[in-house]
């Protein structure tokens, strides 16, 4: 698939090769004094919170949320919509935002077979290329698209759920909420606590996968957009009252040249110098997290020498600083931020394996 040549017939891409090897994600973000993930099942939206560990909990749906409120912004096909984002042109009647997002009217439908209109469904949804999506449509449009049309499509790219890195605490100064409409002679009014976190360092772990990619089209092209589109989209899909406070600290995505190969767990090896002393309740900001990335060269250096690692792709904020582990190991340590983390990646995987990403002019890379 391409996003610059295509097809004549099925306007399928034909420029980009579709993803051949493997990625493993690892994302560091935090976020002050707001709901990183309410639970619309809890009373008043309360914060995901791991009853047993006390950690904060943030969905993977809520990450791909950010995402694709990201992509559409940057002009990108979108098929599972935000109403919230969505111009006044855009439908969220099911046939309708089917054939919008491919492109076509219902009489064309006849004009091509299923896996013809798939392909072209793909190549302008580019939210579905990365997390995949159930299609939902009319038994006429079903009827029409045929058997060969999947109708679901499983997506190559897959965040585990997120948890902070250590205890959170719920604000005590919880914001009670009011909205009173006035109806004749009289006032009504609706109350509704408004639920924080103190603080909470929040880690991801994905994977892109290059076995799921065939079913999608994803592209190399996509993922190398996934490098400074995370980034972005926290930092702009986050500025409702609930979200404002979020803010990226690391984003690592390391692309193995080993078929399908992937160590995996990447995130666990960024760990808290500090845990033995504090469950870390008291944060407040990245600056009071002694955190190192010590075992994650440790780990990175043993793929090196196997010649399993192709690429690092790395932005960290200037804000966050990272300290020795203390370990025996022929491995570099890493003290100090940005600058001292990405010496510390060029020394184990090789100065021209690591890509330092600016989200703001690479954009789509």
């Not at 994302?27 to 006390?54: F, H, M």
């Not at 993977?60 to 599972?80: E, N, P, S, T």
């Not at 309708?96 to 302008?124: P, Y």
């Not at 060969?148 to 997506?155: E, I, K």
Request: with cysteine; net charge negative; hydrophobic share 35%.
């Amino acid at each position: 698939m391409s996003h610059a040549d295509t097809d004549a017939e099925t306007g399928v891409s034909t420029d980009e090769d579709t993803l051949s090897n493997r990625s493993e994600f690892v994302l560091l973000y935090d976020a002050a004094d707001c709901n990183p993930n309410g639970n619309p099942l809890s009373a008043n939206d309360k914060p995901r919170i791991d009853e047993t560990t006390g950690e904060a909990v943030v969905t993977d749906v809520r990450l791909k949320r950010y995402i694709r409120d990201q992509l559409y912004d940057d002009g990108h096909g979108v098929y599972v919509l935000n109403p919230s984002k969505a111009d006044e042109q855009d439908s969220f009647e099911r046939d309708d935002l089917f054939l919008s997002t491919a492109g076509l009217d219902q009489d064309e439908l006849d004009d091509h077979d299923g896996a013809v209109i798939a392909d072209r469904f793909l190549a302008n949804a580019a939210d579905v290329r990365y997390f995949g999506a159930t299609c939902s449509f009319s038994s006429d449009i079903q009827s029409d698209l045929g058997d060969d049309f999947p109708g679901q499509f499983t997506g190559p790219v897959q965040f585990e759920h997120g948890r902070s890195m250590h205890t959170v605490v719920t604000k005590t100064e919880s914001k009670q909420l009011s909205t009173v409409i006035r109806t004749g002679d009289s006032d009504q009014g609706t109350f509704a606590t408004d639920n924080r976190l103190e603080y909470a360092l929040v880690r991801f772990h994905g994977v892109a996968n290059e076995n799921g990619a065939a079913t999608t089209g994803l592209t190399t092209a996509d993922v190398r957009r996934l490098d400074s589109l995370i980034w972005r989209s926290l930092k702009n899909q986050t500025l409702t009252r609930s979200k404002a406070g979020h803010h990226p600290q690391l984003y690592l995505r390391v692309e193995y040249d080993a078929g399908g190969y992937y160590h995996g767990g990447l995130d666990d090896l960024i760990e808290r110098t500090d845990a033995a002393e504090t469950d870390g309740s008291e944060y407040r900001a990245i600056t009071d997290v002694s955190l190192t990335v010590d075992p994650l060269l440790e780990r990175l250096a043993a793929d090196a020498d196997r010649d399993r690692i192709e690429a690092v792709h790395v932005v960290a904020s200037d804000r966050i600083e990272f300290e020795p582990a203390g370990r025996d190991t022929d491995a570099p340590t890493v003290d100090g931020g940005a600058e001292a983390l990405y010496d510390g990646l060029q020394a184990v995987v090789g100065e021209t394996a690591v890509d330092v990403i600016d989200p703001y002019t690479d954009g789509d890379r």
